[in-house]
T-cell receptor
Framework: GAGVSQSPSNKVTEKGKDVELRCDPISGHTALYWYRQSLGQGLEFLIY????????KSGLPSDRFSAERTGGSVSTLTIQRTQQEDSAVYLC?????????????FGNGTRLTVT | AQSVTQLDSQVPVFEEAPVELRCNYS??????LFWYVQYPNQGLQLLLK??????LVKGINGFEAEFNKSQTSFHLRKPSVHISDTAEYFCAVSDTGRRALTFGSGTRLQVQP
Protein backbone atom coordinates (compact mmCIF):
# COMPACT_ATOMS: atom_id res chain seq x y z
CA GLY A 1 0.00 0.00 0.00
CA ALA A 2 0.91 3.66 -0.21
CA GLY A 3 3.19 5.11 2.41
CA VAL A 4 3.27 8.59 3.89
CA SER A 5 3.39 11.12 1.09
CA GLN A 6 4.82 14.62 1.44
CA SER A 7 4.75 17.48 -1.01
CA PRO A 8 6.60 19.27 -2.34
CA SER A 9 9.79 17.27 -2.07
CA ASN A 10 11.83 20.46 -2.39
CA LYS A 11 10.89 24.06 -1.77
CA VAL A 12 13.05 27.14 -2.24
CA THR A 13 11.57 30.38 -0.96
CA GLU A 14 12.69 33.90 -0.26
CA LYS A 15 13.06 35.16 3.27
CA GLY A 16 9.81 36.66 4.49
CA LYS A 17 7.51 34.55 2.31
CA ASP A 18 4.98 32.07 3.67
CA VAL A 19 5.18 28.36 2.80
CA GLU A 20 2.82 25.42 3.14
CA LEU A 21 4.01 21.84 3.42
CA ARG A 22 1.61 18.96 2.91
CA CYS A 23 1.45 15.48 4.39
CA ASP A 24 -0.80 12.59 3.37
CA PRO A 25 -0.60 9.92 6.08
CA ILE A 26 -1.21 6.23 5.60
CA SER A 27 -4.93 5.54 5.36
CA GLY A 28 -6.35 4.50 8.71
CA HIS A 29 -3.52 5.94 10.77
CA THR A 30 -4.95 8.16 13.47
CA ALA A 31 -1.71 9.66 14.78
CA LEU A 32 0.29 12.17 12.74
CA TYR A 33 3.58 13.85 13.66
CA TRP A 34 5.72 16.63 12.22
CA TYR A 35 9.45 16.67 12.86
CA ARG A 36 12.24 18.92 11.57
CA GLN A 37 15.70 17.62 10.65
CA SER A 38 18.48 20.18 10.39
CA LEU A 39 22.00 19.47 9.20
CA GLY A 40 23.95 17.83 12.01
CA GLN A 41 20.93 17.85 14.30
CA GLY A 42 18.57 15.13 15.35
CA LEU A 43 14.91 15.10 14.59
CA GLU A 44 13.19 17.96 16.39
CA PHE A 45 9.60 17.31 17.36
CA LEU A 46 7.21 20.02 16.17
CA ILE A 47 3.58 18.97 16.56
CA TYR A 48 1.43 15.89 17.01
CA UNK A 49 -2.20 15.07 16.12
CA UNK A 50 -4.21 12.16 17.50
CA UNK A 51 -7.72 11.68 16.19
CA UNK A 52 -10.04 14.47 17.28
CA UNK A 53 -8.00 15.42 20.34
CA UNK A 54 -6.36 18.81 20.68
CA UNK A 55 -2.93 18.69 19.02
CA UNK A 56 0.27 18.71 21.05
CA LYS A 57 1.96 21.90 19.82
CA SER A 58 4.70 21.93 22.43
CA GLY A 59 7.50 21.58 19.86
CA LEU A 60 6.61 24.49 17.58
CA PRO A 61 9.59 26.87 17.70
CA SER A 62 7.66 30.12 17.27
CA ASP A 63 4.23 31.51 16.51
CA ARG A 64 5.22 31.69 12.84
CA PHE A 65 4.67 27.93 12.73
CA SER A 66 1.22 26.38 12.65
CA ALA A 67 -0.33 23.15 11.48
CA GLU A 68 -3.75 21.75 10.88
CA ARG A 69 -5.18 18.38 10.07
CA THR A 70 -8.39 18.31 8.10
CA GLY A 71 -10.86 15.46 8.45
CA GLY A 72 -8.40 13.45 10.49
CA SER A 73 -6.28 12.80 7.42
CA VAL A 74 -4.22 15.30 5.41
CA SER A 75 -2.08 17.75 7.37
CA THR A 76 -0.57 21.09 6.37
CA LEU A 77 2.36 22.72 8.14
CA THR A 78 2.50 26.47 7.52
CA ILE A 79 5.51 28.67 8.16
CA GLN A 80 4.84 32.39 7.96
CA ARG A 81 7.47 35.05 7.24
CA THR A 82 10.16 32.42 6.70
CA GLN A 83 13.66 32.99 8.06
CA GLN A 84 16.94 31.43 6.96
CA GLU A 85 17.10 29.37 10.15
CA ASP A 86 13.89 27.66 9.03
CA SER A 87 15.89 25.87 6.32
CA ALA A 88 15.68 22.14 7.09
CA VAL A 89 14.04 18.90 6.05
CA TYR A 90 10.51 18.72 7.40
CA LEU A 91 9.40 15.15 8.06
CA CYS A 92 5.90 13.85 8.56
CA UNK A 93 5.12 10.51 10.17
CA UNK A 94 1.97 8.59 10.97
CA UNK A 95 1.14 5.60 13.12
CA UNK A 96 -1.89 3.45 13.73
CA UNK A 97 -2.51 5.16 17.04
CA UNK A 98 -0.57 6.73 19.83
CA UNK A 99 0.23 5.18 23.16
CA UNK A 100 0.67 1.66 21.84
CA UNK A 101 4.17 2.28 20.49
CA UNK A 102 3.26 1.09 17.03
CA UNK A 103 6.05 2.17 14.69
CA UNK A 104 6.11 5.55 13.06
CA UNK A 105 6.00 5.50 9.27
CA PHE A 106 7.91 8.44 7.85
CA GLY A 107 7.56 10.25 4.57
CA ASN A 108 10.60 11.26 2.54
CA GLY A 109 10.34 14.82 3.77
CA THR A 110 10.22 18.28 2.27
CA ARG A 111 13.57 20.01 1.95
CA LEU A 112 12.97 23.72 2.61
CA THR A 113 15.60 26.25 1.63
CA VAL A 114 15.09 29.88 2.61
CA THR A 115 17.29 32.28 0.65
CA ALA B 1 12.20 15.88 30.42
CA GLN B 2 13.75 13.18 28.32
CA SER B 3 16.81 13.38 26.08
CA VAL B 4 18.93 11.14 23.89
CA THR B 5 22.68 11.34 23.30
CA GLN B 6 24.40 9.66 20.41
CA LEU B 7 28.06 10.24 21.09
CA ASP B 8 29.38 9.34 17.65
CA SER B 9 28.30 11.46 14.72
CA GLN B 10 30.16 9.23 12.25
CA VAL B 11 31.40 5.65 12.46
CA PRO B 12 33.58 4.36 9.61
CA VAL B 13 34.03 0.59 9.52
CA PHE B 14 35.25 -2.01 7.06
CA GLU B 15 32.90 -4.56 5.56
CA GLU B 16 32.43 -7.72 7.66
CA ALA B 17 33.73 -6.00 10.79
CA PRO B 18 31.57 -5.72 13.92
CA VAL B 19 30.05 -2.38 14.85
CA GLU B 20 28.48 -0.75 17.91
CA LEU B 21 26.56 2.52 17.75
CA ARG B 22 26.16 4.10 21.14
CA CYS B 23 23.02 5.62 22.60
CA ASN B 24 22.42 7.00 26.07
CA TYR B 25 19.19 8.48 27.32
CA SER B 26 17.90 10.38 30.29
CA UNK B 27 14.39 10.22 31.64
CA UNK B 28 12.77 10.42 35.02
CA UNK B 29 10.25 7.70 34.22
CA UNK B 30 10.10 4.34 32.52
CA UNK B 31 10.90 4.48 28.83
CA UNK B 32 10.43 2.80 25.53
CA LEU B 33 13.49 2.79 23.28
CA PHE B 34 13.83 2.64 19.51
CA TRP B 35 16.39 2.61 16.74
CA TYR B 36 15.40 4.00 13.35
CA VAL B 37 17.49 3.82 10.17
CA GLN B 38 17.56 6.21 7.24
CA TYR B 39 19.12 4.77 4.07
CA PRO B 40 20.35 7.25 1.44
CA ASN B 41 17.46 9.02 -0.25
CA GLN B 42 14.88 7.10 1.76
CA GLY B 43 12.60 7.84 4.70
CA LEU B 44 13.26 6.67 8.23
CA GLN B 45 12.16 3.17 9.10
CA LEU B 46 12.00 1.25 12.35
CA LEU B 47 14.97 -1.05 13.00
CA LEU B 48 13.99 -2.37 16.43
CA LYS B 49 12.32 -1.38 19.68
CA UNK B 50 12.40 -2.18 23.38
CA UNK B 51 9.14 -1.98 25.29
CA UNK B 52 9.59 -4.47 28.13
CA UNK B 53 10.81 -7.99 28.86
CA UNK B 54 14.11 -9.29 27.56
CA UNK B 55 16.76 -6.59 27.52
CA LEU B 56 18.29 -7.96 24.30
CA VAL B 57 16.20 -6.96 21.32
CA LYS B 58 16.68 -8.27 17.79
CA GLY B 59 15.74 -6.21 14.76
CA ILE B 60 15.84 -6.36 11.01
CA ASN B 61 18.99 -6.92 8.93
CA GLY B 62 20.88 -8.70 11.74
CA PHE B 63 20.97 -5.76 14.12
CA GLU B 64 20.38 -6.09 17.86
CA ALA B 65 20.39 -3.75 20.83
CA GLU B 66 20.67 -4.20 24.55
CA PHE B 67 18.77 -2.14 27.10
CA ASN B 68 20.89 -1.39 30.16
CA LYS B 69 18.83 0.40 32.78
CA SER B 70 21.68 1.01 35.22
CA GLN B 71 23.77 2.66 32.51
CA THR B 72 20.76 4.24 30.77
CA SER B 73 22.05 2.92 27.47
CA PHE B 74 20.60 1.23 24.41
CA HIS B 75 23.58 0.50 22.17
CA LEU B 76 23.04 -0.95 18.70
CA ARG B 77 25.27 -3.77 17.49
CA LYS B 78 25.88 -5.94 14.45
CA PRO B 79 28.54 -8.66 14.38
CA SER B 80 29.38 -8.30 10.69
CA VAL B 81 28.35 -5.29 8.59
CA HIS B 82 27.68 -5.07 4.86
CA ILE B 83 28.10 -2.24 2.41
CA SER B 84 24.30 -2.00 2.32
CA ASP B 85 24.25 -1.07 6.02
CA THR B 86 25.64 2.35 5.14
CA ALA B 87 23.00 4.72 6.50
CA GLU B 88 22.16 7.14 9.29
CA TYR B 89 20.96 5.56 12.51
CA PHE B 90 18.79 7.37 15.04
CA CYS B 91 18.13 6.36 18.61
CA ALA B 92 14.82 7.52 20.10
CA VAL B 93 13.08 7.43 23.45
CA SER B 94 9.50 7.74 24.53
CA ASP B 95 8.47 7.77 28.15
CA THR B 96 5.40 5.78 28.99
CA GLY B 97 3.27 8.87 29.39
CA ARG B 98 4.42 10.90 26.39
CA ARG B 99 3.21 10.39 22.90
CA ALA B 100 5.96 11.88 20.75
CA LEU B 101 9.42 10.34 20.36
CA THR B 102 12.57 12.27 21.29
CA PHE B 103 15.35 11.52 18.81
CA GLY B 104 19.12 11.68 19.09
CA SER B 105 21.26 13.59 16.61
CA GLY B 106 22.03 10.48 14.59
CA THR B 107 25.11 8.41 13.76
CA ARG B 108 26.26 8.03 10.18
CA LEU B 109 27.57 4.50 9.60
CA GLN B 110 29.96 4.33 6.65
CA VAL B 111 30.86 0.79 5.61
CA GLN B 112 33.95 0.61 3.44
CA PRO B 113 35.01 -2.31 1.21
Amino acid sequence: GAGVSQSPSNKVTEKGKDVELRCDPISGHTALYWYRQSLGQGLEFLIYFQGNSAPDKSGLPSDRFSAERTGGSVSTLTIQRTQQEDSAVYLCASSVMSGDNSPLHFGNGTRLTVT
Amino acid sequence: AQSVTQLDSQVPVFEEAPVELRCNYSSSVSVYLFWYVQYPNQGLQLLLKYLSGSTLVKGINGFEAEFNKSQTSFHLRKPSVHISDTAEYFCAVSDTGRRALTFGSGTRLQVQP
